[in-house]
C-alpha cells in the first residue's frame, strides 16, 4: 500500500496564497504521476492539476496562471503553490498517486484532503 497525507491548508484571504503538500509514504513503491482534485460542499470532485514522474504538469482552467504544481521526486512529495485566491477556491484539496511495486502490482492512491477556506 501507499499513504497520501496532505498539509499546509488553511483560512486566508482573497488574493492570498497557500502552499499545499502531499507526502506519500509505504514500502518499494514508485510514484508514477500525480494529481490534485478539490471538491467544494455540495459539488462534485474537481480536478486541478497533475504531474508526471519526469514534471510535465497540467491544469484545468480555472487555476491556470494562478497554481502551480510541482514535485520531489528523492522525497515522494507533491505540492501546490497557490496564489491569487479566490472565494471559489474553497474546498477540499485532496491528492492522488499512480504508483507500482515489483510484486507487480499498481494502483491510485488518495489522501484524507486538507481544508482551504477563502475568505472575502
Known amino acids: 500500500q501507499v499513504q497520501l497525507v496532505e498539509s499546509g ?3 486566508v484571504q482573497a ?4 502552499r499545499l503538500s502531499c507526502a506519500a509514504s509505504g514500502s518499494n513503491f ?3 504521476t500525480m494529481q490534485w482534485y478539490r471538491q467544494a460542499p ?3 470532485r474537481e480536478w486541478v492539476a497533475d504531474i508526471t514522474s519526469g514534471g510535465m504538469t497540467t491544469y484545468s482552467d480555472s487555476v491556470k ?4 504544481i510541482s ?7 507533491m505540492y501546490l503553490q497557490m496564489n491569487r485566491l479566490k472565494p471559489e ?8 498517486a499512480d504508483w507500482m511495486t515489483p510484486v507487480p502490482e499498481a494502483g491510485r492512491s488518495w489522501g484524507q484532503g486538507t481544508q482551504v477556506t477563502v475568505s472575502s
Open 65 to 68: 496562471g494562478r497554481f502551480t
Open 9 to 11: 491548508g488553511g483560512l
Open 71 to 77: 514535485r520531489d521526486n528523492a522525497k515522494n512529495t
Open 15 to 18: 488574493g492570498g496564497s497557500l
Open 89 to 96: 477556491d474553497t474546498a477540499v484539496y485532496l491528492c492522488s
Open 30 to 32: 514508485r510514484v508514477n
Open 42 to 44: 455540495g459539488k462534485q
